[in-house]
Structure formats: C-alpha cells, structure tokens
C-alpha cells in the first residue's frame, strides 16, 4: 500500500521560506513512471497546483509560482521536498503531496500559516 | 492556462437520485486528459475517474464520466448518502495543470 506523509512547520512568519517534506512507503519513488506532485488549497477554497518531479530531477513548476518555488528528490530516503520563498499570507493553505499527474494516492495533508 | 468552469456550484439532491456535473475547459484538452475527485471536509480529494471515462481503482459503477468537445461530465447514477462531497475536476494535458472550482454535491 502505498502512503505518502507531509511534514514541516505549522507556521512561517511573512518573507521567509516554507519548507515541507514528503516520506514515501510502499514504493520506491525511483519506480515506474511516477511524477510526485505538490498541491495546495487555501483554507475554504479550491486546489491548486504547485508542480512535480521526476526521480532524476526533472520539474515542472506552475508559472503563477515558479519565481519561488523548489521541488527537489532525495532517492535515497524515499523522500520530496517543496521549498517556496518569500511567502505571505497568502500563501496559507493545506499543501498536499501526491503522486502521479492526476493522483491516486494523496498524503493527508498539511496546514501551513504564514503569520508573524 | 486552461481555465476549466464547473457547474452548479452547488446541486441539492436526494440519495437514490441523479446527479450530472458539469466541467468545461476554455480549450480543448488533449486526449481527454481529464480527472474527476471527491473531497470530503477535512480529508484529501479521492480520484473518482482519469481519461475522462476511466474509472480508478475500487470506484463504484455508480460513477461514469464523459466528454463532448470541451464539456465534460461525472454523472453519479443513484446517489448514496456517502456521495455528497465536494467534486472536482482537473487538466493534465497542459502546464500548468488546473482545477475547477468546484461543484458542492448536498443532501435535498
């Protein structure tokens, strides 16, 4: 079975930047043809996406984002991260990670807070 | 970027009934790379159907989706109390990859 799990701070103060991680299990995330994927979604409102990369490295980064965002691999601990910077408030939302382009697997999610 | 508009917003139905949701892009999507989800309060969305018509893993046949030109449809057949939830649809023909905003499926 296939699980993937966000992790990082809660809360970010304004202009620094939000790091999260997502641990895979259940498959290796040099496997197949997947693409691991970020997601958002502010507090009430509907999904955005951030973007992907592949196991060698290869990203795709939403345009509305690209000037802040890293998407980066760790192969060896089954690992992906979201680095974006300078965030504001706006940038509080449920970020998602998930595999694939249209995913069927999702983690659970988790609330980031850009407050001082 | 393609701008993919859902309709209603919201559709107030009761179990047993049918329900038609509608998703259309401001352009044509490439070999119907289309997906609906299901997203309940608090959790993540669930992919319901990929390809416009496929259905994922462990779905009901309750669930069926469908294209015609740029509209496309997730028609739930006999509704079930589990099925109200919020749906939605998203493109991955093209970067970046959209979302709709999102039809709001609740009990009449």
């Known amino acids: 079975q296939v699980q993937l799990q966000e992790s990082g701070p809660g809360l970010v103060k304004p202009s620094q930047t939000l790091s999260l991680t997502c641990t895979v299990s259940g498959v290796s995330i040099i496997s197949g043809d997947d693409y691991w994927t970020w997601i958002r979604q502010h507090p009430g409102k509907g999904l955005e996406w951030i973007g992907y990369?592949?196991?060698?490295?290869?990203?795709n980064y939403n345009p509305s984002l690209k000037s802040r965002i890293t998407i980066s691999v760790d192969t060896s601990k089954n690992q992906f991260s979201l680095k974006l910077s300078s965030v504001t408030a706006a940038d509080t939302a449920v970020y998602y990670c998930?595999?694939?382009?249209?995913?069927?697997?999702w983690g659970q999610g988790t609330l980031v807070t850009v407050s001082s | 970027e393609i701008v993919l508009t859902q309709s209603p917003g919201t559709l107030s139905l009761s179990p047993g009934e049918r329900a038609t949701l509608s998703c259309r892009a401001s352009q044509s999507v490439s070999i119907n790379y289309l997906a609906w989800y299901q997203q309940n309060p608090g959790q993540a969305p669930r992919l319901l159907i990929y390809?416009?018509?496929s259905r994922a893993t462990g779905i009901p046949d309750r669930f069926s989706g469908s294209v015609s030109g740029t509209d496309f449809t997730l028609t739930i057949s006999r509704l079930e109390p589990e099925d109200f939830a919020v749906y939605y649809c998203q493109q991955y023909a093209y970067s970046p990859y959209t979302f709709g905003q999102g039809t709001k499926l609740e009990i009449k």
């Open positions: 990369i592949y196991y060698s490295g290869r990203t």
């Open positions: 998930a595999r694939g382009h249209y995913p069927r697997d």
């Open positions: 390809g416009a018509s």
